[in-house]
């Protein structure tokens, strides 16, 4: 019988041929690599060990789901999200395929541990990780604009059992297009900072982050609401009492090349809703729904049936 702990999943989606990235990831031997494919993904793109869905393979899969979500975008992972639960998966590791491996990539697995760590208590309703690194100049992507001024928090230590585990970055971070349009950072995160958690809603995001098995029936990338679809997602799963612990860095990011003007104008649903729904969700998680279009309602939904 195969043990638990082999059942380690990495999955990701992409447009391009096999990058670094991509190629380090499916050498691992404890991980299994399952790569989504898109519309623009190139017809011949192939893996040595890991497992490739093209776009015939999703909609064979669910074809109902797949109108749902649509083509041409990144929510198309949550294909890979189903297809490492339908085999097992204990552990899912989300990334993106600009995120280049550590040697320490996967080797500090905190899900599902108790671990005694940093945690952080703000009087306001959300923490930004960010805020107490070495790079607190910056900010991560989905935080609330309106806090920026108040991101002051206390330390204390605390034992909690993780149910999602989002590891840093080195290079280029996870900030939103106005950080990233100031700073154009070159970040090394120090390790001693890390791994550390908080008492309030807190960002992480997809491309480098560790789900137990029993978040995936709730963690769903949200399509159609531009680049929140992972953010939403953290801030919804927070939401319904999984917790999360961020670890040191374990990748680096050599980002793909992006228009940070069209970044920015994906990111203003965020800027103008976040706060406003960080406070809906502390009242009840499934005020999600009034945030999101009607489409993305029923890729939820679609998702969720295969739970059932």
């Not at 909690?160 to 070159?186: K, L, S, T, V, Y």
């Not at 890390?194 to 949200?222: A, G, H, R, V």
């Not at 104008?265 to 009242?283: F, R």
């Amino acid at each position: 019988m195969q043990n638990k702990m082999e059942n380690k999943y990495i999955i990701t989606t992409t447009i391009n041929n096999p990058t670094e990235a991509i190629h380090k990831f499916d050498q691992m031997q404890d991980w299994k690599l399952i790569v989504i494919g898109d519309k623009k993904t190139p017809s011949d793109y192939n893996l040595v060990n890991g497992i490739y869905l093209n776009p015939e393979d999703q909609e064979n899969y669910d074809k109902d789901l797949s109108d749902a979500i649509g083509w041409n975008c990144i929510q198309r992972r949550n294909f890979g999200l189903l297809k490492a639960f339908e085999l097992g998966a204990e552990v899912i590791a989300t990334i993106d395929d600009d995120n280049i491996p550590l040697d320490n990539w996967g080797k500090n697995l905190l899900v599902s541990k108790n671990i005694e760590l940093n945690y952080y208590k703000t009087d306001e309703i959300a923490f930004d990780p960010i805020s107490i690194t070495n790079h607190s100049n910056l900010w991560h992507r989905g935080f609330p604009l309106q806090l920026l001024s108040k991101r002051k928090s206390k330390k204390i230590k605390k034992i909690i059992c993780p149910d999602i585990q989002a590891d840093f970055w080195n290079g280029d971070p996870d900030i939103d297009a106005i950080c990233r349009m100031e700073h154009r950072p070159e970040c090394k995160f120090e390790n001693i900072y890390f791994p550390f958690s908080s008492n309030k809603f807190s960002p992480f995001n997809s491309q480098n982050t560790f789900l137990s098995k029993k978040i995936i029936k709730d963690y769903f990338l949200f399509p159609h609401i531009g680049r929140m679809d992972d953010i939403w997602a953290s801030y919804y799963v927070e939401s319904l009492g999984y917790k999360v612990v961020y670890n040191y860095p374990t990748v680096y990011q050599d980002r793909n090349e992006h228009d940070l003007t069209i970044d920015l104008k994906k990111e203003v649903i965020g800027y103008e809703n976040n706060l406003k729904l960080l406070n809906e969700l502390k009242t009840n998680p499934n005020n999600i729904l009034n945030f999101i279009p009607e489409r993305s309602k029923d890729a939820f939904k679609l998702y969720q049936r295969h739970f059932s």
